[in-house]
């Protein structure tokens, strides 16, 4: 018996040990690959760099040749841009992402200030999407053909269809503007949250809907659940202690994947919502030419979906013991 535990308990570490590797080797392949992307897609954009650092300092009504000089020189903007490249790389090196070209702070200063209004939206989107499409999911793998199941059908489609840009709008004219239920755009109102999670939620949930359904009506036909029926269990009682967890793994995945979503769709949304995240803060940094911000934001993102992956290994590696082992049967 204590052969048999100290075999799980070895297979499961080596589980672990497998999905933080590949992870750390994620981080450290998608920063470099990122920051180095944002380098030169920042100094090959249209227009004077030293000019648009200027405006983004001084406002643009403000803004002279001999301002956009005086940064040039300030900043070493007329270096190579190889040399410019490999002193970034030696800074991450160090782990230090630099400073701010046009307010001059620390660049990590200012996006951990930015990751905390990013996660508080991903994770009241994620609280929606979970809210509404697991109950209608798993109703309609219990009962496919029905009037639910046509309904999150076609919700499904129309939702998936609808960009957020588009969702967005529509949703600030109908409950902002023609309702007046909640704020338009800003973090300076208890609501203000509430649109924006809206926006990225809506759209997950459709698409966890069907998965749940699809992983619902899989597990429902599975031979464990058929036995628990059989034995006098009642349709809960097989729901709750069969059912779910076989349908979990897919979900669980599902969502996962879905990470894209909400790192993508947090750029738009964050942005017409004027909500202060990672987002909000990529876009301004992008006009302004602030390279070290926009590296330094695009590697926040890119950590962000690496580390919600992990915790997604973590879940399916709890939920499912045969990926402890590598075993398919």
Known sequence: MNNHTNDKTAATATAWTGILLRRCMQIVALGLLVGTVCFFMARFLPGDMAT???????????????????VRAELGLDRPMW???LQWWGQIARFDLGTSLVTGNAVWREV?????????L?????????????PLGIWSGLHPGGWIDRLTLASAVVLRAIPSFLLAVLL??????????????????????????????????????????????????SPSYEFARTKGLSGR????RHGLRQAATPVVAYLGVQAVFLVEGAVVVETLFAWPG???ALVHAVFGRDVPMIQGTALCMGGVFVTFNLLVDAACLALDPRRRTGSTA
């Open 52 to 70: 648009r650092i200027a405006a983004g300092r001084y406002g643009y009504d403000l803004v002279n040749n001999a301002a956009a000089d005086a």
């Open 83 to 85: 040399l410019a490249l």
């Open 112 to 120: 951990a200030h930015q990751l905390g209004a990013t996660v508080d």
């Open 122 to 134: 991903a994770v009241a989107s994620m609280l929606i999407a979970v809210t509404a499409g697991l």
């Open 172 to 221: 600030m004219v109908l409950v902002a503007v023609q309702l007046g239920a909640l704020p338009v755009a800003g973090d300076d109102h208890a609501g203000s949250l509430l649109l924006p999670a809206l926006t990225l939620g809506l759209g997950l949930a459709a698409g966890l809907a069907r998965v749940t359904r699809a992983a619902m009506r899989e597990a429902a036909a």
């Open 237 to 240: 009682q097989a729901l709750v």
């Open 278 to 280: 990672i987002g909000h």
